[in-house]
């Protein structure tokens, strides 16, 4: 059976949060803040070559960030010449397009070479990021430029155009090679991916000319100031979510902010112009990440406790070097024999845990202690089992048998930090003194506020938010609490029930959304 991929996108003022939802289970989590810059995977800076490692034959680069960026001999690429040369020589008065096509790419890097022989303290040189800073480290670079599109992988100063091994027919990788090679200018070289499997020229054109639009448009930068600077970031990260996960399979995107939507649209347009329908603008009051259960499952899901089948739950650690799990069997059930109970249960365990790395982008070292089984032959269909369960991560990983002590070592690419959600939070009703106004009289107080704003203030439109709890209290029943109120004061009352409330929260506002309290 297909599974059916949702994208939620909320937009709030601080921040652009994106769930994946798999068969209305939720998979993916990443989060963009919208305020200020933070150092991301794919982000191009003009950097400040700050001091050279001779003995790890590398570099720190300054970026801007106050940790010092790393960049290693091996990933300055084949042709790092040419855009050492290009920095050089590039000023206002040059005209950029004819320097960038005369530079000559050759001769290649070798690779026993040292980097006191290639950089120096002080140098300019183009960077791109592809380690974000994660705990003390700064960020991992490469001077081997890429701008990766949905389709075509667009690579300056290079000279190869190579298509994607998972593309079988000879026919259609000639084509595209061809209709690549024909488009591209000199000095430019491209990677053709699987997605670009029958596409049309038009839209291959398209895409390739936005990618190097975009790479031409940062050279002002730097002819005008040779200084350290960003000078051009990936997609946002809604859209490099799309292009990396965009399949046949997704079934909708729904965004709740009407700037995003166009944006995802545009985009979808460019990249494959027969899915733009899949993209819907959530209109509801309710907030999308509520409608969705979206809130529900990242409150279950980011604590150290996670449950999962048969009263079994898993204990999340998190420490300096590596990640710890742990299978508890909980109640366990009598009517099977135990060793089968417990393959079950590590079984059920290995889907939470395949999720859990995507949900919470763990990575590094992560050490699993299943429940133990005597055989043999379960402890290899278990490692199997996972096996299958990782093919979706687009994270590079490795998973290793389980040892006889019961514990399996997966290993994760790491590119940025773990998401970390804390999902305790101080009662909003006592302020943590554990005492709160009796319950019995909560209804009373919302009613004083209501009086107020419809005599003093003229106010005759109401949303009041609540936990469900609350909101079923004052609507249920034929003549509810709700609707006296109506009737008592002639005004509209309109209840939002959030998931995220804690019992007896509740919130006052007009009817434009402005909060009264």
Known sequence: MESVKDLIVDVNSTEVSLALMENHKLIELDKESVEGHSYSVGDVYLGKVKKLLPALNAAFVDIGDEKEAFVH?????????????????????????????????????EKEGRIENVLAPGQMMIVQIVKEPISTKGS?????????????????????VSVSQKISSKEEKRRLETLVRNILPKNYGAIIRTAAEGKNAAVLDAELMSLIEKWEGSWDKIAKSKSVQLLFTEYSKTTTVLRDLLNDTFSNIYVNNE????????????ISPDQEKIVKLYRDNAPIFDHFEVTRQIKSSFGKVVPIKQGAYLVIEHTEALHVIDVNSGTRSKNKEQEQNTYDINCYAAEEIAR??????????????FIDMESGEHRNMLFKHMQELMQGDRAKHNVLPLTKFGLMQITRQRVRPATEINTTE??????GTGKIASSVVIDEAIERRLSYYVSEKGIKSFILKTSPILGSYLGRGFISILSKWKRKYKCK???????????????????????LD
């Open 73 to 109: 001999y091996l990933d300055l690429g084949l042709y790092f010449k040419a855009f050492d040369e290009f920095v050089r020589r590039i000023n206002q008065n040059t005209d950029h397009k004819t320097l960038f096509s005369n530079i000559g790419i050759g001769p290649i890097l």
């Open 140 to 160: 991992r670079l490469t001077a081997e430029v890429s701008l990766a599109g949905r389709n075509i992988v667009l690579l300056p100063f290079a000279e190869k």
């Open 259 to 270: 700037s995003v939507y166009e944006e995802i649209r545009k985009y979808i347009s460019l």
């Open 356 to 369: 859990q790395l995507r949900l919470r982008d763990m990575g590094g070292i992560v050490i699993v202690d």
């Open 426 to 431: 101080v009662c909003p009703v006592c302020h």
């Open 493 to 515: 009352i309109k209840l939002v029930e959030i998931t995220d409330f804690s019992v007896l929260q509740n919130e006052l506002y007009n009817e434009k959304g402005d909060k």
